[in-house]
């Protein structure tokens, strides 16, 4: 995907002077300010920032979605077409209504909160498309077929009539994109539409992008906080920090000779390539901003890649099936192999990675190791000791000895228990300290070993940020003692500064309480820095094992070439 060369092109979108503001109780507080955006016909501009940063809110307001608490304060938001400049801010409900789908399209990060779970996913196109066009029902059906067909969805009439849940992740973004582009816009917002998505869905999802962008002419606003991404596909790219616009120039420009600080430490986040003999501690951008002027120092957590000789894991030959069809009887008539005769030992003290795409099993693998899913035949040993089928009162043990910490701590965390509470339940469960006021001192520690306030004991976890929550779940995590943790894509959804921030959390709690790591990720760049072996899982089975330098480096397996081959670099 090359970028388009930019030249004198008319412009499509215009920005100036934007100020968005939540009321507070005596006086508004700004939270985007002196944003100036130019979008010109048939361009691709990229926004990035880390979380927090305004990027999202300022797409949203030029859609005039933002959140009842939010208003636009001042500036102006111009779309220029054919008929002449439209003053959106001036625009009521109704008109609003013209121009979303029809003008504008806007993929949302998160599609299975944006698409209607109660509706097919063709009836939800096909509603899209009669409401802007003059066509029956039988045509706009006709052009969801095709629609779907363009985005490469398998076998278009059931997924016509399935509903959004029945998808995959990658399938669900691709009904979004049909639903954006159904009605020919010309300018399309997508907002994160590949966070969480493996590399390979990642790389087919931007690829698709610039293809419908070239087929219907349109202008794209990429937001991402993977400037990766944004290198490969976009024209120019424009920098937030803290409600400002930092820094807007040509994309290959603003990466490869960033002339803001900012822009410097977010691009110093990100792991890189290089062989590890020691393991460095990533830069966040807090800390790479402070060293700007000073000298850089690159510190290290202990750790020589060596794992130690003792096997604390052992899966033998692991297979883990679901049911899809049934007789009249309920016999199972098809089943489907998540894991498929897996074998592989995990060593003490060592980070073990497990990569693959989307439905390659890894997630199930774990789970299956933990009793979470249960598995249809294999072993699985702890310290030579099986632990499948074990009774409630050994599964509780093993449970102390293993966690898990998963990719959104918001779901599993109980909205309604404050942290510490949580913290100490954990404690309780499993015998830990014998009376409540050791284990509130204990939790109080924990949270300040892991980075937190101890004032985050009483709050619940919606007062947190993404990040923070998953500081809760290291936290909660490591109040039983254990001696392995599953780590189930749990940096997956974050922005590279915060991921940084937990990725060096984790190393830094391996070294100091002799840990051992199950670390699960679809991204490969993070694994390598994380993992001393690697294992790459495809279609239930693993395809590749090893050292994760050597792997890398000089993959042998179809799968793990593809894998590598789609990630994205700057």
Do not use: W
């Not at 899913?373 to 702890?382: F, Q």
């Not at 499993?430 to 009483?458: D, M, S, W, Y």
């Amino acid at each position: 995907m090359t970028p388009t060369n930019v030249t004198d092109m008319a412009q499509l979108l215009s920005i100036n002077n934007l100020e968005i503001s939540i009321a507070g109780a005596n006086k508004k507080t700004s939270l985007v300010r002196n944003i100036n955006l130019n979008i010109g016909e048939g361009e691709t501009i990229g926004i990035a920032g880390e979380s927090g940063s305004g990027k999202s809110i300022s797409a949203l307001s030029v859609m005039n979605l933002l959140p009842p608490a939010l208003e636009i304060s001042s500036g102006s938001i111009d779309l220029h077409l054919p008929t002449g400049k439209t003053n959106m801010r001036a625009l009521n409900d109704e008109e609003m209504c013209e121009i979303r789908g029809k003008h504008i399209g806007m993929i949302f990060q998160e599609p299975m909160t944006s698409l209607n779970p109660a509706m097919r996913c063709g009836k939800q196109v096909t509603e899209i498309i009669r409401l802007h066009q003059n066509v029956n029902s039988k045509e706009a059906r006709e052009h969801v077929f095709s629609l779907f067909e363009e985005v490469k969805l398998p076998d278009l009439v059931k997924t016509y009539h399935k509903y959004p849940h029945e998808l995959s992740g990658g399938q669900r973004q691709r009904v979004m994109i049909a639903m954006a582009v159904a009605c020919n816009p010309k300018l399309l917002i997508a907002d994160e539409p590949t966070t969480a998505l493996d590399v390979t869905v990642q790389k087919n999802i931007l690829e698709l992008l610039a293809r419908l962008k070239e087929k219907y002419s349109m202008s794209v606003l990429l937001i991402s906080h993977d400037l990766g991404i944004l290198a490969s596909i976009a024209d120019r790219i424009a920098l937030m920090y803290k409600g400002e616009m930092v820094e807007e120039g040509n994309a290959r420009q603003v990466l490869q000779k960033p002339s803001h600080a900012y822009t410097r430490a977010l691009l110093a986040c990100r792991p890189d390539n290089k062989h590890y003999t020691e393991v460095p501690i990533l830069p966040t951008v807090n800390t790479e901003l402070s060293a700007i002027t000073g000298k850089e120092q690159q510190e290290t957590v202990k750790n020589d890649r060596k794992p130690q000789s003792s096997v604390i894991l052992q899966v033998k030959d692991l297979q883990t099936a679901f049911i899809i069809k049934r007789n009249l009887l309920g016999k199972p008539t098809e089943e489907f192999f998540a894991v498929n005769n897996a074998n592989f030992e995990v060593y003490e003290n060592e980070t073990l990675g497990i990569v693959g795409g989307s439905g390659s099993g890894k997630t199930t693998l774990g789970r299956t190791i933990l009793s979470l899913v249960n598995a249809r035949k294999g072993e699985v040993y702890y310290r030579d000791k099986s632990i499948l089928n074990l009774n409630s009162y050994e599964e509780k043990k093993i449970r102390r000895k293993i966690q898990i910490i998963f990719q959104d701590p918001y779901s599993s965390l109980n909205p309604r228990i404050k942290i510490g509470n949580a913290l100490i339940e954990a404690m309780q469960v499993h015998g830990i300290h014998k009376n409540t006021n050791t284990r509130r001192a204990e939790a109080k520690q924990l949270l300040e070993i892991v980075g937190l306030p101890t004032e985050a004991f009483g709050k619940y976890p919606h007062e947190f940020s993404g990040g923070q929550r998953q500081r809760i779940g290291i936290a909660r995590a490591l109040a039983v003692k254990p001696e392995l943790i599953i780590c189930d894509e749990m940096v997956s959804a974050l922005d590279v500064s915060v991921q940084a921030q937990v990725l060096n959390l984790l190393n830094q709690l391996k070294s100091e309480f002799g840990l051992t790591y199950l670390f699960i990720s679809h991204d490969l760049a993070v694994v390598k820095y994380m993992a001393d072996r690697l294992i790459v899982m495809d279609k239930g089975q693993i395809v590749e094992m090893g050292n994760a330098t050597s792997i890398m480096d000089n993959p042998q397996h179809p799968y793990t070439k593809t894998l590598i081959r789609s990630l994205t670099t700057i």
